[in-house]
Nanobody, 117 residues
């Protein structure tokens, strides 16, 4: 069964850093596009960052210059390096990915990121 497994969330002080990782398991096929979204309490899920094959990256304006999305083809992961974290970055972060040979997208279970002031 194909799954996306996220890791790396936690509690950090404002100004700190965290690195999230999203790994595709149960398949030999590669992730060809990876996305990170987040959802804060009482708010809608919002786009954070995306990376496509060829390493073209896009970011939400609120994280530009602070977050970096990357992919590791050997590990079949999509990572999100988050620096200069702010309390408003507090949310559950979700990975979304398209995988070669699969017509549908996949979602991870979410990982909590809490930034204290």
């Amino acid at each position: 069964q194909v799954r996306l497994v996220e890791s790396g969330g936690g509690l950090v002080q404002a100004g700190g850093s965290l690195r999230l990782s999203c790994a595709a398991s149960g398949t030999r096929f590669r992730i060809n596009a990876g996305y990170w979204y987040r959802q804060a309490p009482g708010k809608q899920r919002e786009f954070v960052a995306a990376i496509t094959r060829g390493d073209s990256a896009n970011y939400a304006d609120c994280v530009k210059g602070r977050f970096t999305i990357s992919s590791d083809n050997a590990k079949n992961t999509v990572d999100l390096q988050m620096n200069s974290l702010k309390p408003e970055d507090t949310a559950v972060y979700y990975c979304n990915a398209r995988i070669d040979s699969f017509p549908k997208e996949f979602w991870g279970q979410g990982t909590q990121v809490t930034v204290s002031s």
